[in-house]
């Protein structure tokens, strides 16, 4: 698996799990179950799994990238204050 290999690398890695609106059969919230589930299973201290998400302008408003924003919202340290607005 990538984010073993990249953990196992030594490397500073920004390891990005890409959410997409590609299968019916393992769809964005089948997705975030199973990005969850390695973020809470996986320790590192140079490497992080973060999100990776391509449908921010194909769909705004729609109920996948809703879905990612809501995990996002989950994980924010921070307000979100210029992502937030634009899908209202």
């Not at 490397?11 to 179950?33: H, K, L, T, W």
């Not at 302008?57 to 924010?76: F, W």
Request: glycine share 6%; hydrophobic share 40%; aromatic share 12%.
């Amino acid at each position: 698996m990538g984010l073993k290999a990249s953990a196992d690398s030594g490397a500073r890695v920004f390891f990005g799990y890409a959410f997409q609106n590609s299968s019916a059969d393992f769809g964005v919230p089948e997705q975030i179950a199973q990005w969850k589930n390695l973020k809470s299973s996986f320790e590192s201290n140079t490497t992080d799994l973060v999100i990776a998400y391509d449908d921010w302008s194909g769909n705004p408003a729609g109920e996948n990238t809703r879905a990612v924003i809501d995990l996002i919202k989950t994980l924010a340290m921070y307000p979100l204050p210029s992502l937030i607005p634009l899908f209202h």
